[in-house]
């Protein structure tokens, strides 16, 4: 079974997937898969390099993921054709991981994505938790972990889908505006129905 994890930004996915792991399941993260299929000698990362020059790489021959943040936020144009070359790529690299995965015997996978619904992938899962807490919350969580500004979270923000669009299309639900023993106790609750749903 693989289990689709997402949340806005800052909301508590990665914190979740681990909870989750300490219980026996095994997760990818769906931003790791998309930082692969960019790396250095990959087919993606040519092909970004022909269409938008050697400005584009860093002097070790790295993406400059900046400058090419820049480009695709300013040009709704770019920005499609980018994804046209990296999430088919994204998509089969994330199956080769949870094949991997399965053949290292987890009871259940977990795929962990922000963009779980904005990009498609929810089609790859059997079944969505969205791991919930408000604007606020995940806005002063997100400050204090990373060094960035309040715009750029809002940036951000405004890119993902809307709380309650996102709670539209949960299975499962978890609260995460408690404190950790509220939030294991609730992964705890999850992975219990989960085996009972396999019979393991
Ligand atoms: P995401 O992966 O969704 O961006 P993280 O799991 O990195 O979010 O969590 C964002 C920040 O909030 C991290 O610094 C994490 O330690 C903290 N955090 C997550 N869950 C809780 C919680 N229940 N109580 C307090 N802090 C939390």
Redesign the pocket.
């Known amino acids: 079974m693989i289990i689709g994890l997402t949340?806005g930004?800052?909301?508590?996915?990665?914190?979740v997937a681990r909870a989750f792991e300490t219980l026996g399941a095994a997760w990818i993260d769906a931003d790791d898969v998309a930082r692969e299929v960019v790396a250095t000698g990959e087919p993606a990362l040519l092909a970004i390099k022909n269409r938008f020059g050697n400005q584009i790489v860093c002097q070790d021959g790295t993406l400059n993921r900046a400058a090419l943040r820049d480009i695709v936020f300013k040009d709704p144009e770019q920005r499609q054709w980018l994804e046209s070359v990296t999430h088919p790529k994204i998509r089969e690299r994330i199956l080769e991981h949870l094949k991997r995965l399965k053949l290292q015997g987890a009871p259940y996978v977990l795929l962990v994505s922000p963009l779980l619904f904005e990009s498609g992938q929810s089609e790859l899962v059997s079944r969505c938790i969205v791991?919930d807490v408000s604007q606020a919350l995940q806005l002063s969580?997100?400050l204090?972990?990373d060094g960035v500004s309040e715009s750029q979270v809002r940036a951000i923000l405004a890119a993902q889908l809307t709380r309650d669009q996102r709670l539209a299309k949960a299975d499962d639900v978890i609260d995460?505006s408690?404190?950790?023993a509220s939030?294991t106790k609730q992964v705890a609750r999850l992975d219990t129905s989960y085996r009972q749903l396999l019979n393991c």
């Open positions: 949340g930004i800052g909301s508590g996915k990665s914190t791991v969580r997100t204090m972990r995460n408690g404190d950790h939030m």
